[in-house]
T-cell receptor, first 120, second 115 residues
């Protein structure tokens, strides 16, 4: 079965550079989420998109921006990179409409393999 | 505020034995979903099991079962017959009906299975 695809898998950047992470959700999934997981930390929600519109925003720095395109893939753009941005960045997708009937939230988010960003 | 707590930063278990990983949560919303994910050292997040707040029975998926005690707000993961490949980080996560756009994760439990 198709899974969430993230590219690149590994990325090394210098401070103050920019980076673009890409996410290709599972076909027919309408929602994309971005998470940041620092070393030894739990994943922290950054931002989500439903049907190409931003649906929720978490602890995403102003230096970061994201969008979802007409083919449902999403890109996370990170500018003025800092050492503290070094982390594993996960993209996840789900089919929200299928998961919220009857008050039950039963659709899990399918996570991609992550992009490991290292800022030097 | 919603909150997920995993009180065991690390655990050891002997191969072939069962182990319980604790997860408690705090929410005032009656409708929510509880999830467990496994994260091996390679980094990917692997979905294990789901429990809905209105589900009458505890969820089971193969060797994984969820001990859901709604009144105590706990959703412990039980892994039976541990295998060496079960060594990984395990995260408990929640979604709430009226804020279902994101997961809130616990801090994780590092499980080490000893041969």
């Amino acid at each position: 079965a198709a899974g969430v695809i993230q590219s690149p898998r590994h990325l090394i950047k210098e401070k103050r550079e920019t980076a673009t992470l890409k996410c290709y959700p599972i076909p027919r999934h309408d929602t994309v989420y971005w998470y940041q997981q620092g070393p030894g930390q739990d994943p922290q929600f950054l931002i989500s998109f439903y049907e190409k519109m931003q649906s929720d925003k978490g602890s995403i720095p102003d230096r970061f921006s994201a969008q979802q395109f007409s083919d449902y893939h999403s890109e996370l753009n990170m500018s003025s990179l800092e050492l503290g941005d070094s982390a594993l960045y996960f993209c996840a997708s789900s089919h929200e409409l299928a998961g919220t009937s009857g008050g039950t939230i039963y659709n899990e988010q399918f996570f991609g393999p992550g992009t490991r960003l290292t800022v030097l | 505020a919603q909150k997920i707590t995993q009180t065991q930063p690390g655990m050891f278990v002997q191969e072939k034995e069962a182990v319980t990983l604790d997860c408690t949560y705090d929410t005032s919303d009656p409708s929510y979903g509880l999830f467990w994910y496994k994260q091996p050292s390679s980094g990917e997040m692997i979905f294990l099991i789901y429990q809905g707040s209105y589900d009458q029975q505890n969820a089971t998926e193969g060797r994984y079962s969820l001990n859901f005690q709604k009144a105590r707000k706990s959703a412990n993961l039980v892994i039976s017959a541990s295998q060496l490949g079960d060594s990984a980080m395990y995260f408990c996560a929640m979604r709430w009906k009226y804020n279902f756009n994101k997961f809130y994760f616990g801090s994780g439990t590092k499980l080490n299975v000893k041969p």
